[in-house]
């Protein structure tokens, strides 16, 4: 994905659904979603673990099914082999959604298939805290 793509994406996005948040200050996914809040993000958790608790102001949700509003981007923090449940599941939840977003060490190029056929943008193996900082110098 070229330097322009990344840069759309992160410019038109305004709210994340971010599955494997962690209420660990120290986990990659608690810095990231505190970088994208504090960057003018909404950033939605998703973790069946802390779901109905708050992180970072928000109110976590079990499963992307549970999370009661429209998003951009999912951006996934898991495992390659539940990538395409997620993909499956945030394409019938949310028709029009933009951006599947895999984390560093995240791809699935089954998944990205299915998701870019029905016109979802598909970023891997990278993470939008270093593509902003990157792009945009933030």
């Given at each position: 994905?070229?330097d322009?793509?990344?840069?759309?994406?992160?410019?038109?996005?305004?709210v994340i659904?971010?599955?494997?948040?962690?209420?660990?200050?120290?986990?990659?996914?608690?810095?990231?979603?505190?970088?994208?809040?504090?960057?003018?993000?909404r950033?939605?958790?998703?973790?069946?673990?802390l779901?109905?608790q708050?992180?970072l102001?928000?109110?976590?949700?079990?499963?992307?099914?549970?999370?009661?509003?429209?998003?951009?981007m999912?951006?996934?923090f898991?495992?390659?082999?539940?990538?395409?449940?997620?993909?499956?599941?945030?394409?019938?939840?949310?028709?029009?959604?933009?951006?599947i977003?895999?984390?560093?060490?995240?791809?699935?190029?089954?998944?990205?298939?299915?998701?870019?056929?029905?016109?979802?943008?598909?970023?891997?193996?990278?993470?939008?805290?270093?593509?902003?900082?990157?792009?945009?110098?933030r």
């Open positions: 994905m070229s322009d793509e990344l840069r759309d994406i992160l410019t038109r996005t305004k659904a971010l599955v494997g948040a962690s209420a660990n200050p120290a986990r990659p996914s608690h810095q990231v979603a505190a970088y994208l809040m504090q960057q003018g993000y950033v939605i958790p998703v973790n069946p673990g779901a109905g708050q992180l102001g928000e109110t976590v949700y079990a499963s992307l099914d549970d999370v009661p509003e429209d998003v951009d999912v951006d996934i898991r495992q390659p082999d539940a990538v395409p449940a997620l993909v499956d599941g945030a394409l019938a939840r949310w028709p029009d959604l933009r951006t977003w895999m984390q560093i060490g995240v791809t699935h190029a089954q998944a990205a298939a299915v998701a870019q056929a029905h016109g979802v943008d598909v970023v891997q193996d990278r993470c939008p805290k270093i593509e902003l900082a990157r792009l945009f110098r």
